[in-house]
């Protein structure tokens, strides 16, 4: 097997998977984070990495500088934090291979539900309205993941493929599977939603600290009501660049 070069562009954790794989899948992996990355601190059990994968810290916004293209690149939960959307595509388009891949993964947050439990009353849905209005009047998508197919498109890729799927907030759902994946957003939104309210809530719309943190225990309990059947929407799209431009 010819040996390729993958990139991701992520805010998020890299999981590796089995020390095998780089032996039967010999590809090069470089990552590039906002931050450096221990992984040994980062994952569970995960003591050294493999030999390769590569980490870099950059900002994919900047003109990219990489010596050769890329056979994929991955594109992973950067809602609110990318500026020009469209530009991203294109760098990413430009620095593929011809018909090498590149897969993005992003979120619509607008929390909806199905059977009308989650009320424009709650404080979840006060949350999502006040936090994405807030990052759109500063220039962030908050909801990119409807997005993702045009913006793939209108930059050129070919085969363009995009699903959709429910990701539901708390563990009220009655599939197994989406049970467990259900409580563990809860818990990772339990966790983060000071973070990504308090900037928001108080240097754009104007709110006082305290006002914010009355507003997030009223939010907790929303989170641990299950008589709330939330959910946001996860879109995967996928695409390739053309084998001639």
């Known amino acids: ?17 089995r020390r095998k794989r780089p032996k039967s899948h010999p590809a090069r992996t470089v990552s590039l984070p906002l931050y450096p990355m221990r992984l040994h601190q980062t994952v569970t059990n995960c003591r050294s990495v493999p030999p390769n994968v590569q980490f870099e810290i950059d900002d994919v916004e900047n003109d990219w500088a990489h010596h050769k293209p890329f056979d ?11 500026r020009d959307w469209p530009r991203l595509f294109r760098q990413i388009l430009e620095n593929l291979t011809p018909n090498g891949y590149a897969e993005f993964y992003d979120f619509d947050f607008f929390f909806r539900s199905d059977d009308n439990s ?14 994405t209005s807030a990052a759109e009047k ?38 197994p599977k989406l049970k467990e994946i259900g409580a563990w957003n809860q818990v990772q939104a339990m966790e983060g939603m000071e973070g990504w309210s308090m900037a928001l809530l108080t240097r754009v719309n104007g709110w006082s600290e305290q006002k914010v943190r009355e507003h997030l225990v009223r939010l907790k309990k929303d989170y641990l009501d299950t008589k709330i059947h939330a959910y946001m929407t ?11 431009n």
């Open 138 to 175: 500063i220039g962030q998508t908050a909801c990119p993941g409807p997005h993702l197919a045009n913006w793939a498109r209108e930059a050129g890729f070919v085969n363009v493929t995009e699903r959709k799927m429910k990701v539901p907030i708390g563990p009220w759902a009655k599939d």
């Open 234 to 244: 996860a879109y995967v799209v996928y695409g390739q660049r053309p084998e001639k």
């Open 72 to 82: 994929y690149i991955h594109c992973r939960f950067m809602a609110s934090s990318i």
């Open 1 to 17: 097997m010819k040996p390729s070069k993958c990139a991701k562009t992520t805010v998020t954790k890299l999981f590796i998977g």
């Open 118 to 131: 989650l009320l424009p009353t709650h404080e979840m849905y006060i949350n999502c309205a006040e936090t």
